[in-house]
């Protein structure tokens, strides 16, 4: 076994094969993120996107076009679609129509899940998933991007850059003092924190974020918010959230959100816009 935890184990370089994240690395990438054409300003295009389950519209004609460098705050009841728009988003629903873009020119609806991940899209869950029985950096290395066994002999140049990142990530997560505990022994807002920290590694374009702050204590979620408005500019992000003192600190006072309700766009202004909007206290939050 390695003797320093914060070098990737070179003898088993492998040995995470066959896991959930390294078949995404492992395929090599058809798209790099650097490849998206955001020359109209749009990171993430969706329009008339429609899905029904069983007759029923989850989402109905949602159109939605995110910027580049965006951080976007997604609000609205709950049955509204913002899961399920997340999941066209990512390749995990197919729409019955609709247009779904990342940049100009990736149509996402004909890419399945593990290409959609490769061309740079991220996305967290509610609940974290993280390797509980694994210390926090090997969670973060597990995470990463290699194209294992193409580049043997750049290997320990390469290897030298993913310590790098694995350090950069552990201190923007705010994990360094937690680094070799077992995940499974971290608070719930670590645990959220380092998934967004293996999501990182990754280098998505665009990191989609649904009810992070979820379960957390009112420390935890400001602790969140620093952190996703610490990565503004590091990629685009949509984030659907439910407290709404999380979603004022990221949205601040000019940033948009929109407001879905039965399966589209309500509303969409800075966040004292939509609150004094009519059908939005009418549907959401007047309730
Ligand atoms: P939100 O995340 O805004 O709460 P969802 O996207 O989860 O809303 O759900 C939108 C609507 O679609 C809900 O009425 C939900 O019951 C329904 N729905 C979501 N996924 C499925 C599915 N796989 N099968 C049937 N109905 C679904
Ligand atoms: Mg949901």
Same mark, same amino acid.
Request: glycine content about 10%.
């Given at each position: 076994?390695?003797?320093?935890?914060?070098?990737?184990?070179?003898?088993?370089?492998?040995?995470?094969?066959?896991?959930?994240?390294?078949?995404?690395?492992?395929?090599?990438?058809?798209?790099?993120?650097?490849?998206?054409?955001?020359?109209?300003?749009?990171?993430?295009?969706?329009?008339?996107?429609?899905?029904?389950?069983?007759?029923?519209?989850?989402?109905?004609?949602?159109?939605?076009?995110?910027?580049?460098?965006?951080?976007?705050?997604?609000?609205?009841?709950?049955?509204?679609?913002?899961?399920?728009?997340?999941?066209?988003?990512?390749?995990?629903?197919?729409?019955?129509?609709?247009?779904?873009?990342?940049?100009?020119?990736?149509?996402?609806?004909?890419?399945?899940?593990?290409?959609?991940?490769?061309?740079?899209?991220?996305?967290?869950?509610?609940?974290?998933?993280?390797?509980?029985?694994?210390?926090?950096?090997?969670?973060?290395?597990?995470?990463?991007?290699?194209?294992?066994?193409?580049?043997?002999?750049?290997?320990?140049?390469?290897?030298?850059?993913?310590? =790098?990142?694995?350090?950069?990530?552990?201190?923007?997560?705010?994990?360094?003092?937690?680094?070799?505990?077992? =995940?499974?022994?971290?608070?719930?807002?670590?645990?959220?924190?380092?998934?967004?920290?293996?999501?990182?590694?990754?280098?998505?374009?665009?990191?989609?974020?649904?009810?992070?702050?979820?379960?957390?204590?009112?420390?935890?979620?400001?602790?969140?918010?620093?952190?996703?408005?610490?990565?503004?500019?590091?990629?685009?992000?949509?984030?659907?959230?439910?407290?709404?003192?999380?979603?004022?600190?990221?949205?601040?006072?000019?940033?948009?959100?929109?407001?879905?309700?039965?399966?589209?766009?309500?509303?969409?202004?800075?966040?004292?816009?939509?609150?004094?909007?009519?059908?939005?206290?009418?549907?959401?939050?007047?309730?």
């Amino acid at each position: 076994m390695n003797e320093n935890p914060m070098v990737p184990d070179l003898a088993h370089p492998d040995d995470n094969d066959g896991h959930a994240l390294s078949g995404v690395a492992s395929m090599g990438r058809a798209v790099t993120p650097g490849e998206i054409d955001v020359s109209h300003g749009a990171i993430l295009y969706l329009e008339d996107v429609t899905v029904s389950f069983d007759g029923f519209r989850a989402l109905n004609a949602l159109s939605l076009s995110i910027d580049v460098g965006e951080l976007r705050c997604i609000i609205g009841p709950n049955g509204a679609g913002k899961t399920t728009m997340m999941d066209v988003i990512t390749g995990k629903t197919e729409p019955d129509s609709g247009k779904v873009f990342l940049g100009q020119t990736i149509d996402l609806t004909r890419m399945n899940e593990p290409s959609i991940a490769r061309a740079g899209i991220g996305r967290k869950f509610q609940k974290p998933t993280v390797f509980e029985q694994h210390p926090v950096w090997e969670n973060l290395e597990l995470a990463m991007k290699t194209d294992k066994g193409w580049w043997a002999s750049l290997r320990a140049r390469l290897d030298r850059a993913a310590q =790098a990142r694995i350090e950069e990530t552990l201190s923007l997560i705010r994990l360094e003092g937690e680094a070799l505990r077992p =995940a499974g022994e971290l608070s719930h807002g670590q645990k959220q924190r380092l998934e967004i920290g293996m999501l990182l590694m990754q280098q998505p374009a665009l990191l989609l974020l649904d009810e992070p702050a979820a379960g957390m204590t009112d420390d935890e979620t400001m602790e969140l918010a620093a952190l996703l408005n610490h990565l503004r500019g590091t990629c685009s992000m949509m984030v659907v959230e439910h407290d709404m003192e999380f979603v004022a600190a990221l949205a601040g006072e000019t940033g948009k959100v929109t407001v879905m309700a039965e399966g589209r766009v309500l509303a969409q202004g800075t966040l004292d816009e939509v609150k004094q909007d009519a059908a939005v206290i009418e549907s959401y939050l007047g309730r």
